[in-house]
């Protein structure tokens, strides 16, 4: 059974810096779509970084490019997101999540909750100014 734990969230001020772990436990593959979701109280659960585990080729969403970014050590599993320039707006809680297989990273709907079926538990960031 696949497992997803995350690490690594925490309290920052702006423009401070973060770094989030996600390791996965029970694949038997290691070609595969992961990515980092967040959700803030209130709102929707929204993707920002998708990452194919076979390549390293990775895809962000508009609200974090060129401040975050997901690498991966395929040695231990292990998924990250590191994020800089952090701004109150990315207060949330941030979760990682795969997918059966690799095809979600290269469709339309990379950034959809529903195309991934497995989660973490998350880890909470805060951004105070």
């Known amino acids: 059974q696949v497992q997803l734990v995350e690490s690594g969230g925490g309290s920052v001020q702006v423009e401070g810096s973060l770094r989030l772990s996600c390791a996965a436990y029970?694949?038997?593959?290691?070609?595969?779509?992961m990515a980092w979701f967040r959700q803030a109280p209130g709102k929707e659960r929204e993707g920002v970084a998708v990452?194919?585990?076979?390549?390293?080729?990775?895809f962000y969403s508009d609200s974090v490019k060129g401040r975050f970014t997901v690498s991966q050590e395929k040695s231990n599993h292990t998924m990250y997101l590191q994020m800089n320039s952090l701004k109150p707006e990315d207060t949330a809680m941030y979760y990682c999540?795969?997918?059966?297989?690799?095809?979600?990273?290269?469709?339309?709907?990379?950034?959809?909750?529903?195309?991934?079926?497995?989660w973490g538990q998350g880890t909470q960031v805060t951004v105070s100014s």
């Open positions: 990452v194919y585990t076979g390549s390293g080729r990775a």
């Open positions: 999540a795969a997918a059966l297989g690799q095809w979600p990273c290269f469709g339309d709907n990379r950034y959809s909750v529903s195309e991934y079926g497995y």
């Open positions: 029970g694949y038997t593959t290691t070609e595969r779509c």
